[in-house]
Nanobody
Framework: QVQLVESGGGLVQAGGSLTLSCVDS????????MGWFRQAPGKEREFVSS???????WYTDSVKGRFTISRDATKNTVYLQMNSLKPEDTAIYYC??????????????????WGQGTQVTVSS
């Protein structure tokens, strides 16, 4: 059973940085990809970034050059380093794990397990 726990959210001024962490604290299953999504009030959950285990990374256009996804396999942890934050980055951020292989990695339906979310608020 995968149990994802996010941390690292908070309140930051525009231009600041935060690093989100997502640890699989449960019994580790084989994972094919990890993703970060976000959901702002009144909006649908949207793709932010994903990482194919042992492979490529992807980013939505609005965060390219500002966010970096990475993974520490020894700690069963995936990170999202967020720099140059903007007020429009304000949302609840969720990490997700793909344990049933799919080619696609950029939609909520491509993932099998989700964390509880962590709030990121960027003030102007």
């Amino acid at each position: 059973q995968v149990q994802l726990v996010e941390s690292g959210g908070g309140l930051v001024q525009a231009g600041g940085s935060l690093t989100l962490s997502c640890v699989d604290s449960g019994r580790t299953s084989r994972t094919y990809a990890m993703g970060w999504f976000r959901q702002a009030p009144g909006k649908e959950r949207e793709f932010v970034s994903s990482l194919r285990i042992g492979g490529n990374t992807w980013y939505t256009d609005s965060v390219k050059g500002r966010f970096t996804i990475s993974r520490d396999a020894t700690k069963n942890t995936v990170y999202l380093q967020m720099n140059s934050l903007k007020p429009e980055d304000t949302a609840i951020y969720y990490c997700a794990a793909q344990v049933v292989f799919r080619l696609a990695v950029n939609a909520p339906k491509d993932y099998d397990y989700w964390g509880q979310g962590t709030q990121v608020t960027v003030s102007s």
